[in-house]
């Protein structure tokens, strides 16, 4: 279910879909980082597993992050860049809620 959330969000095999909360977050991301969108952000790490389809298999599950998973190493590396905790609106928390079927990074 994940991978499809996912989809459903703009983010697909042939790229980032027009009009969609994908083309959203891409504009946004675009803005706020003057004028690309960087490597490792919310939006690249999503239509990459969009791309593929291995946002579950990397451990974004509907449920949640799977323990020992890419997910949770991900995680665990934004946290302690961010003092201990994951950041709202971050590209764990992000790629997480719309693994989930949720609007992620609409802002």
């Known amino acids: 279910m994940s ?4 989809r459903n969000a703009g983010f697909t095999p042939s790229g980032i879909a027009a009009g969609s909360l994908a083309s959203s977050m891409m ?15 919310s939006t690249s790490t999503l239509q990459g597993m969009g791309a593929k389809g291995t ?3 990397s451990g974004f599950t509907s449920s949640g992050i799977s323990g020992g998973s890419k997910a949770s190493s991900m995680m665990s590396k934004e ?3 961010y003092g201990g905790g994951v950041p709202r609106g971050g590209t764990t928390s992000t790629v997480q809620s719309i693994s989930m079927g949720g609007k992620g990074g609409r802002r």
Do not use: I, L, M
């Open 3 to 6: 991978d499809q959330n996912v």
């Open 27 to 41: 504009s946004h991301e675009a803005r706020s980082s003057g004028g690309g969108v960087p490597s490792g952000g």
């Open 55 to 57: 946002t579950h298999s």
């Open 79 to 81: 946290a302690t860049s």
